[in-house]
């Protein structure tokens, strides 16, 4: 079956122990949902550098990732549709849905 990257943009940081315990108990019980599915869950991801021939860009880039996960599905719409229940879109991130392709 395809693996998709689910890549996470954007989002909130919780401003408090109870905000962080909600936004988990959300996350988990999302992955939850997806069961077998979750191939990797991943995790969060600081701040990126983006390298060219140019040299390196040390601020994110215009749309910086947040975090990662991997899932398998039957396709690309499949995979779309995991996506559209994360909940990093009720806090104002989007969901970046790629297949990883196999070499």
Same mark, same amino acid.
């Given at each position: 079956?395809?693996?998709?990257?689910?890549?996470?943009?954007?989002?909130?940081?919780?401003?408090?122990?109870?905000?962080?315990?909600?936004?988990?108990?959300?996350?988990?019980?999302?992955?939850a949902?997806?069961?077998?599915?979750?191939?990797?869950?991943?995790?969060?991801?600081?701040?990126?550098?983006?390298?060219?021939? =140019?040299?390196?860009?040390?601020?994110?880039?215009?749309?910086?990732?947040? #975090?990662? *996960? /991997?899932?398998? !599905? %039957?396709s690309? $719409?499949? =995979?779309?549709?995991?996506?559209?229940?994360?909940?990093?879109?009720?806090? #104002?991130? *989007? /969901?970046?849905? !790629? %297949?990883?392709? $196999?070499?």
């Amino acid at each position: 079956m395809p693996k998709y990257a689910f890549i996470y943009h954007g989002g909130k940081k919780p401003e408090s122990p109870e905000a962080m315990e909600k936004v988990m108990a959300a996350w988990t019980a999302w992955f939850a949902s997806m069961g077998p599915a979750v191939v990797d869950g991943g995790g969060p991801v600081g701040l990126s550098h983006t390298v060219t021939k =140019a040299g390196v860009i040390e601020n994110g880039g215009a749309n910086p990732a947040s #975090g990662w *996960s /991997v899932v398998s !599905a %039957e396709s690309q $719409a499949a =995979a779309t549709t995991l996506a559209k229940a994360c909940p990093i879109l009720d806090d #104002g991130g *989007s /969901v970046e849905v !790629a %297949e990883v392709m $196999a070499m």
